[in-house]
């Protein structure tokens, strides 16, 4: 009957054909395996200097204050990845697009706030002709702008000056946000203000114990930074930090005072506890941003301090 | 005879004028606010405070001291003395006057507490266990032994045990009819179980019993380090902490492998890390992150690769010629116009060719840099759809990138949403357990399951339906995040109106009305009515927050966040209402309920605030308290709220120094006797006593801090969020009342009511209130018919082996199957041991 139908040939076929489908699940399975662990997504690496600079320019956002360096396809801080590449195409191509390929670095080392880097590049651009030249000249003045505050010392003898200094800075780069304002510089003046700022509360909170009133002091520089820088990217975690140091005085009162003991007033724990869970928990209401991840695991870490001292002071 | 007349008319007259004139109505009037302000003006509601005791101290009383004094100072011999003496002197007394002196037992208690070994304390507190004759006493020594860490330990390790083999038996029995035991038909029975075990098994938990015993033990071996039972103990705990370390380790293995299956790679090895931290030895946790390490070279070994510019041979090099130098200078410039003018150029000559498609993703990258990201992107789909392959490849895994592409990512999360709400209306959670279950009826009964299986289903739908309606279980939590991410890259695009109105309803949903407001607004398109419908939820669901806290400054709070934000709505009225209310003197200090001062009738008693018994007695000709009570006020006054013929009148009265003294002994006395009442049921260390006692009566003059603060430690600058402005009086400030009281649903609550699906039938039951003699009434369908039945325990084997008895009648029959009764964990602090 099979023969009749040229059934050897059927069988022939068909066994071949379940070898190859037996192939293939097995490949699949295969694949489905080493697959499990490994990222999905697929890349298509860039082929010219033109794919490396639209690459670049299309997740390089300016504003670097409110918002954070992009990611490209790859997941790699854009401005990484664009020196990786530019370096390849360099490699690859030499004295192709010089005045390009450093103009577009020193984008990528601004961004990175290596300034020394950047300003070598721009340099590279201006001894050449060409239109980037006119541009690169205006970027070396601002970054040159940038690095005279960046260098201008720090006395480490006396703490009021470090601080005056520390003040006279952060004035300066508000000059720089005032003379920039609406280009990509006043974003990059904004963040070197805020790191001064940042670096303040730092200062104070690490000396609080050498200064009159240092744990006020703390609160109020806490409070300015977080007023202050409203729309940095940072808020957030500035706002964690500030219900740290809520926690730390809150410990440092346990320290103090023991919570078996007479001396400890509950109130005064809780105050402290409630000051650090009510920053916690704006954080913690954010949705979409990964610090509340980090609030909500504080939130709970307070329940169970809390849960603890009142245990202990009942 | 006139003269008569007239003598008795003069003397009438002289009467008449005599006789006071009586009040008008309009008199009466007047008078009468008088009498209902002030209804009593002579009432005292005070007795007379109780005569102090007639103090004549003898040997007996010497004595006494001398015990207690040896006892605070650990004098052990002479307490042994004393408690000698004691016995003595009872044994006298008894013999010649009948009586004893009563505080022997107390003796032998702070005799007892000095004992360090535990064998020898556990028997001399069984000891005295057997001598006390006071209820009191008796249940703190039954406490003692019941605490005893060894005991307990040994008692949660009894209960697992039981659980795990009742819940064996269970099984097995739970479907074995005994009624029909004759029959020898045992297939359905064997079938069900074998099922139900299988997925009993699949489940990988550590009881919370094993858990709490792990933790006696501990405890057990750190304040008896000595006790001859140690080395056995350190076996069981040894046991106990290998398996604890096992179950933890694979919580994490089962955490880190739910991350792989959502490709979230870095979680994945995040729970790996821990699991392998929990159990080093754990191999499921060792193997996941050699996986992971392997799938993390692969994929930075194709990072690498593509940060790369591709060799030579495959790249075409025309794309960085002098004609396309003008649209590289312009894209590194970031001149947007000069992009556009210089891509249209090229686009035009090469009509249909690689540059032509190059050029229009660079229009995309200006239309980005203006920051009009949709239109970057829908230029960005055409190159994508392209012919040439290397443009059409970039620009479409640029579309697939989430981190470019935030709104499809969000579009994919919210119809994820859908789906899964979708999937629970039709199938609920645990779908492969359920199916398992349901496919189990048809194996034993064939066709004549299906009905059960069809009415399991129709119920098991339904009840998705209505959770899905009200509280919806499936997370949108994942929209939300995808959503927010969005708006906040792109907060002007055209989507982002979208956007906005799928996070207001997302919020609503959540409950979070003040964020479902500011999303609404966002997105233009809410209606005033809608709006206005948004802002009432928000403000009741304030005003049920305030509702539930005790906490006063809570309340204030959340009642005036209704006013400041939601001025307009009528809930607002309300909480105008509650807040003014809150301001009145007698809704301030402590405040206690009639029926909390009957049920601690201490407190108002000649022992406490020393008040008239006649103020409870329910007549109110003789003055009667209202149920609102009285509010301590401060240290020195009282507010009665009395009940009158007219409503409700508040008085204040004077408390003076030794009432209030009196007063709060008696509710720290109170305190104690209530938390005594539940001491060998409530969890050890926990708190017990009356709910809501200002602890700064409970800690009495132990309140007052005896040290003045470092100026350093006293955080006056401290900055509140929403701190209370509200001026109070001083003193504690609480409300006291009963359970009823504080909880007044909890009389109309249902019993718990739960659902099994097994083999062969599905059933609803509900446990009944106490004092019937079932315990449980149960409804369900089985093969084919419907049942209702009763759990009804059996008192006879109840100290042997707890059986309870569910006997069910249905459709001509009549059934009894046996279920071992199963305990179960009440302790409140079950998070502890989670």
Redesign the interface.
């Known amino acids: 009957m099979l023969s009749r139908f040229g059934g050897k040939e059927f069988l022939k076929t068909n066994h071949r054909y379940s070898f190859t489908g037996f192939l293939l699940l097995f490949l699949f399975l295969l694949a489905s395996c080493s697959s ?19 690459d670049f ?4 956002r300016e504003d670097v204050y409110r ?1 954070p360096i ?7 801080n854009v401005m990484k ?1 664009a020196l ?2 530019l370096d ?2 360099e490699r ?2 030499p004295r ?2 010089i005045d ?1 390929i450093q ?2 670095r020193a984008i990528a080392y601004e961004r990175l706030r290596d300034y020394d880097q950047a300003l070598a590049s721009y340099r590279k651009v201006a001894d050449m002709e060409g ?2 030249r006119a ?1 690169a000249l205006k970027n070396i003045e601002t970054l040159e702008a940038f690095k005279a505050i960046l260098d201008k010392p720090l006395p480490t003898e006396d703490p009021f000056e470090y601080m005056k200094v520390l003040d006279e800075k952060v004035d300066s780069w508000n000059e720089l946000v005032k003379k920039y304002q609406g280009t990509r510089f006043e974003y990059l003046a904004r963040v070197e203000e805020e790191k001064v700022d940042r670096a303040k509360v730092a200062f104070v909170e690490v000396n609080r ?1 050498r200064l009159t ?4 002091i703390t ?2 520089a806490f ?1 300015q930074l977080v007023t202050k820088h409203r729309q940095s990217k940072n808020y957030y975690r500035y706002v964690l930090d500030f219900g740290d140091f ?1 926690v730390r ?1 809150a410990k ?2 346990i320290a ?2 023991d919570p078996e003991g ?2 400890f ?2 109130k ?1 724990f809780e ?2 506890a ?2 650090a869970l ?1 920053l916690y928990t704006e954080v913690a209401s ?3 941003i990964v610090e509340k991840i980090e609030a909500q695991g504080k939130v709970e870490s307070l329940r169970g301090l809390t849960d603890k001292i009142r ?1 202990l002071n ?1 | 005879m006139s003269a008569y007349k007239s003598v008795v008319a003069m003397l009438c007259l002289s009467a008449w004028l005599a006789t006071p004139p009586k009040p008008s109505a309009a008199q009466t009037g007047q008078e009468l606010p008088d009498r209902i302000l002030n209804p009593l003006p002579e009432f005292d509601p005070f007795d007379k405070p109780p005569s102090a005791p007639l103090y004549f101290p003898d040997d007996v009383d010497k004595r006494a001291r001398s015990a207690m004094v040896a006892a605070l100072t650990g004098e052990t011999e002479h307490l042994a003395e004393d408690l000698q003496f004691f016995t003595d002197r009872d044994a006298q007394l008894k013999k010649e006057r009948g009586t004893t002196t009563g505080i022997t037992e107390l003796v032998r208690d702070l005799y007892n507490n000095t004992i360090e070994d535990r064998q020898r304390y556990l028997a001399a507190q069984r000891q005295a266990l057997s001598f006390t004759a006071m209820p009191q006493h008796k249940q703190l020594i039954e406490s003692r032994l019941n605490n005893d860490d060894l005991n307990q330990a040994n008692d949660q390790l009894r209960k697992a045990a039981q659980n795990k083999w009742g819940g064996i038996f269970n099984r097995m029995l739970g479907s074995i009819n005994i009624a029909n035991l004759m029959t020898g038909n045992y297939t359905s029975a064997a079938i069900d179980s074998a099922v139900q075990q299988v997925v009993a098994m699949t489940s990988n938990e550590m009881p919370i019993e094993e858990r709490r015993a792990l933790t006696l033990l501990n405890e057990h071996l750190k304040r008896y380090p000595d006790d001859p039972r140690n080395p056995e103990v350190r076996k069981k705990v040894e046991e106990l902490e290998k398996k604890k370390r096992r179950v933890l380790a694979q919580k994490q293995v089962e955490k880190a492998e739910e991350a792989v299956g959502k490709r979230d790679f870095a979680k994945a090895e995040f729970y790996y890390q821990i699991a392998s931290v929990i159990d080093p030895q754990s191999r499921n946790a060792e193997t996941g992150l050699e996986e992971i390490k392997k799938g993390a070279k692969t994929n930075e070994q194709e990072t690498k690769k593509a940060l790369q510019i591709a060799a030579s041979a495959t790249r075409s090099v025309s794309a960085d010629n002098q004609e396309t130098s003008g649209l590289l200078y312009a894209l590194t410039l970031r001149d947007e116009e000069k992009i556009q003018s210089e891509a249209e150029a090229l686009e035009k000559k090469y009509r249909g060719g690689a540059q032509a498609e190059a050029a229009r993703d660079a229009r995309s990258v200006a239309l980005e840099i203006k920051g009009r990201h949709e239109e970057a992107k829908k230029l960005l789909k055409q190159v994508a759809d392209s012919s040439n392959a290397h443009e059409r490849d970039r620009a479409r895994a640029l579309i697939d990138n989430p981190e470019y592409n935030l709104l499809a990512t969000f579009e994919s999360a919210h119809t994820k949403y859908k789906l899964d709400t979708v999937k629970y209306v039709l199938l609920g959670d645990d779908f492969l357990k359920k199916n398992l279950m349901l496919a189990a009826p048809l194996v034993v009964a064939g066709p004549a399951g299906a009905p059960t299986v069809a009415a399991a289903n129709g119920i098991m739908m339904a009840t998705n339906l209505v959770q899905v309606l009200t509280a919806n279980p499936i997370s949108n939590q994942d929209v939300i995040d995808k959503g927010v991410e969005y708006v906040r890259a792109h907060p002007d695009s055209k989507d982002a109106s979208d956007v906005y109105s799928v996070l207001a309803d997302a919020y609503e949903r959540n409950s979070a009305y003040d964020k479902a407001i500011a999303y609404s607004e966002m997105s233009g398109r809410v209606s005033e009515k809608k709006l206005a419908d948004l802002k009432e939820k928000a403000a009741k669901s304030l005003l049920q927050a305030a509702g539930k806290t005790q906490d006063r400054s809570a309340q204030e709070y959340y009642l005036k966040q209704i006013l400041d934000n939601y001025g307009d709505s009528d809930t607002a009225k309300d909480a105008t209402q509650r807040l003014s209310r809150m301001t009145r003197m007698e809704n301030q200090g402590l405040r206690m309920t009639k029926k909390f001062l009957m049920e601690n009738s201490e407190l108002f008693g000649p022992e406490g605030l020393g008040l008239k018994a006649s103020l409870f007695d329910g007549n109110v000709s003789n003055m009667e308290l209202a149920e609102k009570g009285v509010s301590v006020l401060g240290d020195n006054e009282i507010l009665l709220n009395l009940q009158t013929p007219w409503g409700v009148r508040t008085q204040t009265y004077r408390l003076d120094e030794s009432t209030n003294n009196r007063f709060q002994m008696a509710m720290r006395q109170r305190n104690y006797d209530v938390a005594m009442a539940d001491v060998d049921s409530r969890p050890k260390n926990s708190e017990g006593g009356l709910k809501n006692a200002p602890p700064t009566i409970l800690a009495g003059q132990l309140g007052k801090k005896p040290q003045e603060t470092d100026p350093e430690t006293t955080f006056t600058l401290v900055r509140e969020a929403g701190a209370p402005s509200t001026s109070r009086t001083s003193g504690a400030d609480a409300k006291l009342q009963t359970e009823a009281e504080r909880d007044p649903t909890s009389k109309y609550k249902l019993p718990p009511i739960q659902g099994n699906i097994s083999a062969s039938h599905f059933d609803i039951s509900g446990g009944l209130p106490t004092g019937l003699w079932g315990e449980k009434i149960m409804v369900g369908h089985d093969q084919g018919s419907p049942f209702a039945g009763v759990l009804l325990p059996i008192p006879l084997l109840q100290g042997f082996i707890p059986v309870d008895f569910m006997v069910q009648g249905g459709a001509g029959r009549f059934a009894v199957f046996p279920k071992i009764r199963l305990s179960q964990d009440k302790g409140n602090d079950q998070e502890l041991y989670r």
């Open positions: 499990k662990f490994a990222s999905d997504r697929q890349y298509v690496p860039a082929q010219n200097l033109m794919d490396v600079v639209k320019q299309r997740f390089a918002f992009a990611k490209d396809v790859t997941g790699v990845a990786v590449r390849d195409y690859k191509n192709q697009f390009v103009y577009s239109p980037m541009e114990f009133d240092g744990n006020h609160i109020l409070s809520y005085l440092d009162y103090e005072n007479l001396a007033d509950m005064v105050q402290l409630k000051s009510s954010v949705d979409g245990r009942r």
